[in-house]
């Protein structure tokens, strides 16, 4: 079992940044895959990003594409998502999410990841 704690979130006003972090429990950590997802009230639960087990390979919703940015480290077994240039329509809660593989992928895929945070509130408003 993997667990893992998302933190970093918050009320940031519009263009302004956040950076959020998972914290995995796993020591096998590198046998993983990492994504962040988001769910905005009313709306479905979307991809924002994902990263391959070694961080060479990133992907990107188009919504977050050049504006967000994910990376990890695996030494400490921690995924982050820097936020920049935030806009309102990106508040939602923000969830990390484990995918157990042994390829260098990366995917949108919800169905594709094991393990879930609990998930951390970002709010982008003046």
């Known amino acids: 079992q993997v667990q893992l704690v998302e933190s970093g979130g918050g009320l940031v006003q519009p263009g302004g940044s956040l950076r959020l972090s998972c914290a995995a429990s796993a020591h096998t950590f590198r046998s993983y895959a990492m994504g962040w997802f988001r769910h905005a009230s009313g709306k479905e639960r979307e991809f924002v990003a994902s990263?391959?087990?070694?961080?060479?390979?990133?992907y990107y919703a188009d919504s977050v594409r050049g504006r967000f940015t994910i990376s990890r480290d695996n030494a400490n077994a921690t995924v982050y998502l820097l936020m920049n240039s935030l806009k309102p329509e990106d508040t939602a809660i923000y969830y990390c999410a484990g995918a157990r593989t042994v390829y260098e992928i990366v995917t949108p895929r919800t169905v594709s990841y094991d393990y879930w945070g609990q998930g951390t509130q970002v709010t982008v408003s003046s």
């Open positions: 990263i391959s087990w070694s961080g060479r390979s990133t």
